[in-house]
């Protein structure tokens, strides 16, 4: 019996944070362009915390790459 492993909710695939990062903003968009970001302030404050998050992931990763290559240029000039 084959199975699907990637299974597909919703059209809504989450693999890295910018697929977060994409889905809040898309999210929040609604809200304020339906006029409801005072009703959903909670809701979309908690969203706007996890896309910084989402955010903070991917400058970390950029940081530690930059890291790696200051590092082995180092290395080579000693």
Known sequence: MSENKNIKRRGITLKTPEDARRIIRRIVDRAFSEGQELEAAGRISQLMSCWLRAW???????????????????????
């Open 56 to 78: 903070e992931i991917d400058k970390i990763s950029d940081i530690e790459k930059r890291v790696e290559i200051l590092e082995t240029q180092l290395v080579k000039k000693k």
